[in-house]
C-alpha cells in the first residue's frame, strides 16, 4: 500500500488552476523531492495533502485514509514554509516539541515521564537541546526548521512532509537536516520534501517529482530529472499561457 495516494488532484484559487489533475504515489520509507519552479503548486499541493485546503476535483489518501483521520492518528507531519508561522507566538523551542505529544496524552495535556523523554531525544537529534527554552522568535532559520523536523519526531509520525527544509538555513543546519531525513526514512518513515536543490535531488532522494500544476514525471530521481523534462518544467511558458 502507497503512503501517500493523489490521484486526479484539482485546486483553484478562483480563476487560477493552482493544481491540475495531479496523479502520484510515495511508498513507504521513499525520500521523495518535489521540484518545481515558483509558483509551480508545492506548497498548495502540501496543503492539500494536510486537507488545509478544498479540492475542486481528485483525491488524497495517506495510509489508505483520508486526510483527517491521518491526521488525528498522528501519522502525518507537516514543516511549513517559514512565512506560515507566526513567530512571534510566546512559545519555546521546548514548547513547540511538546506540542508533537498531544497525540499522545490524555486530555488533560499534560506530558508524562515517556514525553519529556521523547521531547529530549527529539530535541537531541536536531541538535537543539541547548537552546530548548529559547522563544522561537529568536532562532536562526535553519534552528527554526530544525524544531519543526523536532516536533515531528517527537510525534512519531510515519510521515513527514517539508515545504522547502533548506530555505534560509545555513550550512551547517542543511546538511544536519539532510543526514537526519536520510536517517529518518531508514527507520521507516516516509519523507516527501520540496526544494529547490536540484543537485541535491539524485545524491539524497530516493524519488523525486517534477511539478508544473501537474505531475511531469514522477520516479527514480536520475529517470525524473532529465535535461528535456526540466527544460518542460522550468525552461517554458506555462502551459496555459501557451
Ligand atoms: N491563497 C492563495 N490565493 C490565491 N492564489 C494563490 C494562493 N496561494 C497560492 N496561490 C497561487 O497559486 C499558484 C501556486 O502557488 P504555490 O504557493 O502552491 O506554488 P509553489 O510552487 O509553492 O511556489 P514557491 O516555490 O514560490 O513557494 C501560484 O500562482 C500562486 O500565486
Redesign the pocket.
Known amino acids: 500500500m502507497s503512503v501517500i495516494q493523489v490521484q486526479d488532484l484539482t485546486v483553484s484559487?478562483?480563476a487560477?488552476k493552482?493544481l491540475d489533475g495531479v496523479d502520484f504515489s510515495v511508498d513507504a520509507g521513499e525520500l521523495c523531492g518535489l521540484v518545481?519552479v515558483?509558483?509551480?503548486?508545492?506548497?498548495?499541493?502540501f496543503k492539500s495533502l494536510m486537507g488545509l485546503v478544498s479540492p475542486k476535483r481528485g483525491s488524497v489518501r495517506l495510509f489508505g485514509h483520508d486526510q483527517l483521520r491521518a491526521r488525528k492518528q498522528g501519522l502525518i507531519t507537516y514543516v511549513p514554509?517559514a512565512e506560515d508561522v507566526d513567530w512571534t507566538f510566546p512559545v519555546s523551542v521546548r514548547d513547540v516539541v511538546m506540542m508533537g505529544r498531544y497525540g499522545h496524552m490524555g486530555r488533560s495535556r499534560r506530558p508524562a515521564a515517556a514525553d519529556r523523554a521523547a521531547v529530549d531525544d527529539a530535541l537531541e537529534r536536531v541538535a537543539l537541546t541547548d537552546l530548548a527554552h529559547r522563544q522561537i522568535g529568536q532562532l536562526s532559520g535553519g534552528q527554526k526548521k530544525r524544531t519543526f523536523v523536532a516536533r515531528g519526531i517527537a510525534q512519531e509520525a510515519e510521515l513527514m512532509l517539508l515545504d522547502?527544509p533548506f530555505a534560509g538555513v545555513d550550512v551547517t543546519s542543511e546538511k544536519l537536516i539532510m543526514n537526519l531525513l536520510t536517517t529518518l526514512t531508514t527507520e521507516g518513515r516516509t519523507i516527501l520534501m520540496?526544494t529547490h536543490d536540484l543537485a541535491g535531488v539524485p545524491t539524497f532522494c530516493t524519488q523525486a517529482i517534477l511539478?508544473h500544476h501537474s505531475v511531469l514525471a514522477s520516479g527514480a530521481p536520475a529517470a525524473v530529472l532529465t535535461e528535456s523534462n526540466l527544460a518542460q518544467a522550468f525552461g517554458g511558458p506555462r502551459q496555459e499561457e501557451k
Not at 515558483?38 to 499541493?45: D, I, M
Open positions: 484559487y478562483g487560477l493552482a518545481g515558483n509558483g509551480s503548486g508545492k506548497s498548495t499541493l514554509q522547502e520540496s511539478l
